[in-house]
């Protein structure tokens, strides 16, 4: 790769930054300062420094994201603000979406470069846990912990792996699905004549939301993190 290209991959940076540090000698390669944008570097094999700092490289991205609820889950929108939005660094990096969230939906997304990582989570051969909170109204139906369990048919006649329903108080309750199937959540709450008024992800598999995120912050995956989701 270019070393202009990887000080840009690296760092973040724009262009132009990248190429004021080239000029003014701040990055060396493999221990000598360079100056040549197009000279060629290694990514996983030569060192690269800024100001005597080294760059790591990263092959992939992983972040978490407390999504606000009126952004849309997409990486380009002509018409509605994105979550990308709230992402000014990573310009460089292929990133997309693990599971989309509705615009009105907040609460846990995970975002990545990474193509196989996101193929691992939202396959339904995986089957991955996926917790929301949810405010409703209506009335909750006596046995629909049972119904959950059984299996709820949607509108569309498509019948849900098992889930569960817990209550909280009055009108919360806390839902784990399997799948990630269109408004998967309201559907199936209005299958029991529930209607979702609030809903937040608060986990997925064995990773919870950081709660210190306020909403549209992000961070990056935890090594445990990213592992217990790639297992
Ligand atoms: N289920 C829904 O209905 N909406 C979401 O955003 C996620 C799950």
Redesign the pocket.
């Known amino acids: 790769m270019k070393l202009i290209k990887y000080l840009e991959f690296v760092t973040s940076a724009d262009l132009k930054t990248c190429e004021r540090y080239l000029k003014e000698k701040r990055i060396k390669v493999n221990g000598i300062i360079t100056v040549k944008p197009n000279t060629v570097v290694k990514e996983l094999k030569d060192q690269v420094m800024l100001d005597n700092e080294v760059l790591e490289y990263e092959e992939y991205i992983y972040l978490m994201m407390n999504k606000r609820s009126g952004y849309v889950s997409a990486t380009e929108d002509n018409f509605q603000v994105t979550v990308f939005e709230d992402i000014k660094e990573f310009k460089k990096r292929p990133l997309r979406i693990v599971g ?3 615009k009105d ?1 907040e609460g846990l997304l995970l975002i990545t470069d990474d193509g196989d990582f996101i193929h691992h989570l939202t396959s339904p051969k995986h089957n991955v846990n ?1 917790t ?1 909170f949810v405010g409703f109204e209506g009335v909750y139906p006596e046995n629909v912990e049972e119904l959950f369990k059984e299996g709820i048919t949607l509108d569309d006649g498509y019948k849900c792996l098992p889930a569960s329903i817990k209550r909280i108080k009055n009108s919360k309750c806390e839902i784990t ?1 399997q799948e ?1 199937k269109f ?5 199936m709450c209005a299958a029991c004549g529930m209607k ?1 008024t609030y ?1 937040k ?1 608060l986990s997925i598999g064995d990773v919870k939301l950081d709660e210190s995120l306020n909403s549209g912050e992000y961070r990056r995956l935890t090594k445990e993190e990213l592992e217990s989701l790639k297992k």
């Not at 408004?183 to 559907?187: A, E, S, V, Y």
Request: charged share 40%; aromatic share 6%.
């Open positions: 989309r969230l509705d939906t996926k929301y699905i990630g408004h998967q959540i309201k559907r979702v809903l992800r």
